[in-house]
């Protein structure tokens, strides 16, 4: 019988990747998730019965325990940017990420892939980071021989920065940003799936790797051109960390007393974490360890952010008709 692996918040971002690569391997896919009815589309990535969507509350024992029931590997993709609430960073990243690792143990599941984050550490600037680095030692205590990854940010078509960006920049002329000079090395979600693929096949080494891209780059940078892409003007608009903050302040309050209905479009947390760069560590194991060559953002970008464009589909098609005439 074919292998099975439970990957935690499976049908996010990052989860589904992981779940094609596997199904095309041939493995039995168990997504655990809250809302299984809302995952459905899981169900496509492989032969009848091979992905199955099912309930699973990390926060409970006996959820996890029955979601890694005859499980040979499992993969935690389970994150949040929420600091408070019952889903907050240390019920997630902390307790969360424990309890998968002590309930492998128990279940006797042989490996396990933790998702963490670039940048995670005891000493870190924002609680997010420091509850990934808690996270991490709490899986190591149970699961000594782990795999996890430390990926910068992701990129791919169904990202929450390059789109959220291009939507702000399709709206008005002016695109603001918090640490316009802070470096990141985004990296392109199926090249974290891969890696992720490797570990729970047992091709990766148990350690830690940091996921990046192949260039680092400025916000600004990434905005331009992610500007480029889209073919808009936007004036790239760097705001103070001081007022960045204080913004902040103010839609945490106002999500407090809307019970979360209000928006909140930066944290105060978001903003600490921007005053240091995103990138890897000099001499850190990283893809190169797994045999896996970074993506550039120029190849993947315009795959799905031509929609963002002032013609849309039809811009490129526009440009060589100029061309044409000129």
Not at 76 to 96: E, K, P, Y
Not at 201 to 223: D, H, K, Q, S, W
Not at 234 to 247: H, I, K, Q
Request: aromatic share 8%; glycine share 12%.
């Amino acid at each position: 019988m074919a292998k099975l692996v439970t990957i935690f918040g499976g049908s996010g971002f990052l989860g589904r990747y992981i779940a094609r690569r596997l199904a095309k391997e041939g493995w039995r896919i168990r997504i655990a998730v809250r809302r299984p009815d809302e995952a459905g589309f899981v169900r496509t990535y492989g032969h009848v019965g091979q992905v199955v969507p099912t309930f699973c509350n990390i926060r409970d024992d006996d959820s996890v325990r029955e979601a890694l029931a005859g499980a040979d590997a499992a993969v935690n993709c389970v994150g949040t940017f929420d600091m408070g609430g019952r889903n907050s960073f240390d019920a997630i990243h902390v307790q969360g990420a424990e309890r998968i690792a002590r309930l492998c143990l128990e279940q006797g599941v042989r490996r396990l892939v933790q998702i963490s984050a670039l940048g995670a550490g005891a000493e870190a600037g924002s609680e997010y980071a420091r509850s990934k680095a808690a996270g991490e030692a709490a899986v190591l205590r149970h699961m000594p021989h782990a795999v996890i990854l430390r990926p910068s940010v992701i990129f791919g078509q169904e990202d929450s920065f390059f789109n959220r960006f291009a939507t702000m920049a399709s709206r008005g002329p002016v695109l603001p940003v918090v640490g316009a000079n802070t470096l990141f090395q985004p990296v392109w979600v199926d090249d974290v799936a891969a890696a992720a693929q490797k570990a729970v096949t047992g091709e990766a080494a148990p350690g830690v790797y940091e996921l990046a891209g192949p260039e680092a780059m400025t916000f600004r940078e990434l905005m331009d051109l992610m500007l480029g892409v889209i073919r808009r003007r936007r004036l790239v608009l760097n705001l103070p960390f001081w007022l960045a903050g204080l913004m902040a302040r103010g839609f945490g309050l106002g999500a407090t007393l809307t019970g979360g209905l209000a928006p909140q479009p930066i944290t105060r947390d978001q903003v600490a974490s921007l005053r240091s760069h995103n990138v890897a560590t000099a001499g850190a194991t990283g893809f190169e360890a797994l045999g896996i060559t970074p993506t550039a953002l120029e190849a993947v970008l315009p795959d799905y952010l031509w929609r963002f464009r002032p013609q849309g589909q039809y811009a490129a098609i526009q440009e060589s008709a100029r061309n044409l005439r000129g």
